[in-house]
């Protein structure tokens, strides 16, 4: 091959690669970046909810160790009004022995002021005087009675002084007591006092543990509200460029069709259409559920994932752990939690055509995997923003959504 003729050569590549071209293929590069973006705020949303729902946990925790400290308090109050009866009794005691001690001192005075009269008589009339009195009598029987009265006199005496002496030692003994008790209650109620001062300085610390991971939720949910809005706008911007290829491609078409019925050669002989008729031989996503909950299209609800008012599938109502299968043959591209979708599996059923499984509650394939037909490959939940158990199924054909109710059996 001389130059000239690589030149020409090199020249029909260019120009056939120009030709093979057209704007729709050209602006893939564009649709897997948009998407990709989408994919990456989707998983830092997923990521910072997953930080949202530890935080939760936690706050959960706080709550319960709150729940049981409160369960302890009103244990210690239950002791604390059990020391408040027992104080109470205690109290009852103090004065009822008060006024054991207040007669106690009275007979003590009494017994002191009987004993000192007598002991001033003797002293007036000395161990003579008693003699005196003895000898005194008129007769033998007086002298007997006198001296039988001295000896209970002298015996009575002996007897007060050690009924004083019980007396002084009994009141001696109600004060010990009385002090005993006193410092009983003290201790009590230092006791009461310190338990709750404990409890109560925990509860503070939990109150601020709580308040302060509650603090980071709230931070955390404003990020995601942001990247609510950022997953909006790139997802605006895939449906923009997956629009702006199915017009170029349906320019195709038609420059196509035109020139078929002209008898003139195909314009486009590198692009592939897709084809025209509808894939057939579909099965139902959720074998024996046919309950739509909302249909494919526009729609005023716009809680659902995304917050978009355009529904990009179907959402069939079904009972959490409902079976999900393969609508046709095919492999697995994605099992993962992604973003508002929650827990998703994405099938590719070849020729074009994506399903996509939102809100699972768990799968039964991962991706790479080979399905067939009627497999399940995940089970109906409510996970990622879903307001109930459903599953979302979204048909993606050649890039744009598709209303699956055209291609399923219903
Ligand atoms: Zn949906």
Known sequence: MNFKRLGSFLLSVLLLATLITPKALASNDELERAKQDKKNIAEEKAALQSQVDRKKASIDEVISEMQRLDDAIAGINTVIEELDVKIEEKNQDIEEVKQELVKAQQELEEMEEDLNSRVRVMYMYGNDGY?????????????????????????????????????????????????????????????????????????????????????????????????????????????????????????????????????????HPEVELPSETSPTGYLWPVPGVYYITSPFGPRSDVSHFGGSSYHNGIDIGASTGTPCVAIADGVVTEAAYTGGYGNLVIVDFGGGVSGYYGHLNGYAVSAGERVSAGQTVGYVGSTGISSGPHLHFGMLINGGWQNPMNYLPY
């Open 131 to 267: 003699l005196e009195l003895l000898f005194s009598s008129e007769d033998f029987s007086d002298f007997i009675s006198r001296a039988d009265k001295m000896a209970a006199i002298m015996k009575a005496d002996k007897k007060s002084v050690r009924n004083i002496e019980d007396k002084r030692n009994e009141i001696e003994v109600k004060k010990d007591e009385i002090e005993e008790a006193l410092a009983e209650i003290e201790e009590s109620k230092e006791k009461q006092v310190e338990a709750k001062d404990e409890q109560e300085a925990k509860k503070t610390e939990q109150e601020a543990v709580r308040a302060a991971n509650q603090q980071e939720i709230d931070t955390f949910m404003a990020e995601i509200e942001e990247k609510d809005a950022a997953e909006a706008e790139a997802d605006a911007k895939v449906q923009q460029i997956v629009a702006e290829q199915q017009a170029e491609l349906e320019r195709i078409r038609q420059e196509k069709q035109a020139a078929a019925q002209q008898g003139e050669p195909d314009p």
